[in-house]
């Protein structure tokens, strides 16, 4: 069956610490990949896309890769602070949709 | 720009009973998606048209849920009867033009429903 993984729990990280956040998929092959992040009572707000042909891509502190072998993109936040905080969803594109994933909830601890 | 706007924000009915939510999209984006955001989930799509017409409904329940984009611009969409489990956050979202999966979602702030 289709599957779309984040990590299954919280994230809780010192202010200043990198965070790394996973999406895993399977039976999936989707050409794009969108990183979202969601604060409480509010909508999605898009942050990064990523195409299936590029390994990297970074916006002032954070970075995506996406490594369609492992079927895997991994978001990351240098530099963490406090605000931060946020629930990150990952979406895969596909057949002219986003499938989201269930979201990461990340705490940055000052 | 202005943002996607959505009404009521919040709104508490019992079952059985029909509710209707309102979204205004960001001018001039042609694209509209309705999503449902179970607590603790993301959110999945119920239904996308393109300006007025429908371009995929097949997670809609259409048994109890329809949807309208009347002249290419506003969306309605409507619960009815209501059950206790479409308790969740209804998110309307737009894009600029025609799909393409590089296209990036505006998100309204939601209305959140619960079901009694």
């Known amino acids: 069956s289709q599957k779309i993984e984040q990590n299954s729990e919280a994230l809780n990280i010192q202010e200043g610490k990198t965070a790394t956040l996973t999406c895993n998929y399977t039976n999936y092959s989707p050409a794009y990949l969108q990183w979202y992040r969601q604060d409480p009572g509010r909508g999605p707000v898009f942050l990064l896309l990523?195409?299936?042909?590029?390994k990297e891509k970074r916006k002032e502190r954070l970075k995506v890769t996406f490594d369609t072998t492992l079927k895997q993109s991994l978001f990351h936040i240098t530099a963490s602070q406090p605000a931060d905080s946020a629930t990150y969803l990952c979406a895969l594109a596909l057949g002219g949709k986003l499938i989201f994933g269930q979201g990461t909830e990340l705490s940055v601890k000052p | 720009e202005a943002g996607v706007a959505q009404s009521p924000r919040y709104k508490i009915i019992e079952k059985r009973q029909s509710v209707a939510f309102w979204c205004n999209p960001i001018s001039g984006h042609a694209t509209l998606y309705w999503y449902q955001q179970i607590l603790g989930q993301g959110p999945k799509l119920l239904i996308q048209?393109?300006?007025?017409?429908?371009?995929?409904d097949s997670q809609l329940p259409k048994d109890r849920f329809s949807a309208e984009r009347l002249k290419g611009v506003d969306s309605t969409l409507k619960i009815q009867p209501a059950k206790l489990e479409d308790s969740a956050v209804y998110l309307c979202?737009?894009?600029?033009?025609?799909?393409?999966?590089?296209?990036?979602?505006?998100f309204g702030p939601g209305t959140r429903l619960l079901v009694l």
């Open positions: 979202a737009s894009s600029r033009g025609s799909w393409t999966e590089q296209e990036t979602q505006y």
């Open positions: 990523i195409r299936e042909n590029e």
């Open positions: 048209f393109q300006n007025n017409g429908v371009v995929d």
